[in-house]
């Protein structure tokens, strides 16, 4: 005897493209930069507008950026001049160490790393994982095929961490460069990273 059977109803699993806003002079030379407010560098401006080719025609329904210039600014020059700011895409906080290099931190404590000691005065890699996991809720919800999203380094590479239900730590292994797209998805039902840190 056939069975009928039911017609599948696959869930709304938006891509998210994750996008580093370009260079400034603190991400150049290497120093830790949360609530600073830089601005893109002319290289910066430059590998912004780059982004722009690569963005266009593809349609997002939700455009969000760090509320940081370096962020809006790599949006707009991308060609995303209205993106709505959200707070939970703000860079790690950094605390006593803003500003300051890894190198230069180790000086004092040769064992530091950010994703399992966070930073004094700021955040801790607990206190970036529960923004990071409200933010995906938001993501995963979004309208439309696919989301966009400005933002920076550290707190991206949480992002991409904690889409695939890895610790905060696993950042780690996560290279991210100015200027560069990612895209995060699905293989099935499972959170997966489609492309990572393409220039």
């Given at each position: ?163 695939c239900d890895w610790p905060v730590a696993a950042g780690a292994h996560l290279r991210l460069d100015t200027a560069t797209v990612s895209v995060l998805g699905w293989e099935r039902e499972t959170p997966a990273i489609g492309r990572w840190n393409?220039?």
């Amino acid at each position: 005897m056939a069975t009928s059977r039911q017609p599948d109803r696959q869930a709304h699993r938006p891509e998210v493209w994750l996008v580093r806003h370009g260079q400034t002079e603190w991400s150049r030379d290497g120093k830790h930069t949360s609530s600073t407010d830089l601005p893109l560098t002319p290289d910066g401006e430059r590998a912004a507008r780059s982004l722009k080719s690569r963005l266009d025609g593809t349609e997002f329904g939700l455009v969000l950026a760090s509320p940081r210039q370096r962020a809006r600014a790599t949006a707009e020059l991308a060609g995303f001049p209205n993106p709505e700011i959200d707070d939970d895409l703000r860079e790690w906080d950094y605390g006593e160490y803003e500003g300051v290099t890894t190198p230069q931190i180790r000086e004092t404590d040769p064992d530091w790393s950010l994703w399992t000691d966070g930073a004094p005065g700021g955040e801790r890699p607990a206190d970036v994982e529960a923004r990071v996991d409200r933010l995906i809720v938001r993501l995963r919800s979004a309208p439309g095929e696919r989301v966009l999203v400005f933002a920076h380094g550290h707190v991206l590479r949480v992002v991409g961490a904690r889409w695939c239900d890895w610790p905060v730590a696993a950042g780690a292994h996560l290279r991210l460069d100015t200027a560069t797209v990612s895209v995060l998805g699905w293989e099935r039902e499972t959170p997966a990273i489609g492309r990572w840190n393409a220039p």
